[in-house]
């Protein structure tokens, strides 16, 4: 129903583009008819903000479609020895097919050891997970613990039990691509100066409702885009906690501070993974994508549920940003390429929280100075700016993907636009928010 060729997918992106441009001019117009000083103003600052991220995601597509290369795969006699760490608290059944899909990884079997760890769950989640052990013929191996501990305390009894000379995360709700794991590991064996790896991931239930067609057209901008981008300068700057890889040299001597970080003086009970890719970075190691190492999670499929993920996931940008300020500044050399850029990402990471918080009080004043026209100019905005995920998602096989960035677009500018404003007011909750039973800091 969807399907068109990609000529005609473009001619519907450029239709698209061309009537919000037309929406924001209209609007906009009527924004500023009064040209007040604070409308003046108001102009001025928008468009310097704006200018900000074009110009970075500008640098990205340079970087993306003309210099990035994917790192092939070694011979299976030249993979590492791998270890695979699933964390797991109250997934029931899920944690099963994600052993079982990474059991069906095409990896040499005498060279991966798979650990399942279970972080006193109160559900059925250790039965199953000694299930998938029991079929898997003794290549699982099960830890279990009485009392849930949270996400990171997992993932470290993990890395401290494991064997391999890399370590790789999955996710306890996703499911693994059987050539995933050569490619993630690869990478190490083709360049020394790697410390981590990230995974490409996809939302696996995407019949779900429409939320989870929205944020897998998003995954696609995130990484197929933007991490990719980052890759050419080493410079990824999250590996994600479905699907990421790390050399156990740069690992390990990270691992307790990692464990025992603090914010404000209280567990950091999230962002692992980013804090985890902020230690490796800090340690002078490159982190990079593997675009064609594929995963598939879950994602909620409601607005609630959404809301709370994004809201744990800027709470932790926001700490990891603060924390990267206290070493990118530090051995500085300024014909240093790499550095520079993850300064001008880690300013733009910075613009994008301040911007949220000091223009919802434009809108505000605007909406009520401008009878509501606002609102139409936002989302004309808003359509404006899903172009460029929507050309990404150019790639993809139906028109479907590139309405739902638009639809995102307009569905975020409108009902999520609180999110970054109270993450900054709230930046000290380390709650998990989006898995049940998980009453305190740190749940996984």
Known sequence: MYRLKRWGRIVVLAIIFILSGVMFSQYYDCWVQEDSPFDRFSLAFTFFFLCCPLGYFLLIAVCR???YREIPTVPPEELPVCTVIIPAYNEGETIKLALESVCRSEYPADKLEIIAVNDGSIDDTLRWMQQAAEESG??????????????????????????????????????????????????????HSVGAVSGNVRVANLEGGIFPPMIDAGFT??????????????????????????????????????LNQTFFGQPAGIGEDRALTNLILRQGYGVIMQRSAYIYTNVPECYRGISKMLLRWERSNIRENLEMYSFIF???????????????????YTLMTVLPVVMIWFTLYNIFTTNGTLVLSIAATAMLWSTLPALVNLQRNSLRHILYCYFYGIFHALTLFWVVPYAVFTIGNSRWLTRSGANSAGKI
């Open 330 to 348: 530090r051995n500085f050399r300024f014909t240093d390429p790499r550095r520079w850029f993850m300064l001008a990402t880690l300013l733009l």
């Open 221 to 258: 901008f995130a990484f197929d885009f933007i991490r990719a981008g980052q890759t050419v300068f080493k410079s990824v700057f999250c590996t994600p906690g479905a699907l990421s890889a790390y050399r156990r040299t740069a690992l390990m001597p990270l691992l307790n501070e990692w």
């Open 138 to 191: 003794g290549r699982i191996r099960v830890i279990t613990y009485p009392e849930n501990h949270g996400k990171r305390y997992a993932l470290y009894q993990g890395f401290r039990s494991g064997s391999g000379e890399v370590f790789v995360t999955v996710d306890s709700d996703s499911l693994l691509k059987p050539d995933a794991l050569a490619r993630m590991v690869s990478p190490f064996r083709r360049d």
């Open 65 to 67: 479609y003309f210099f």
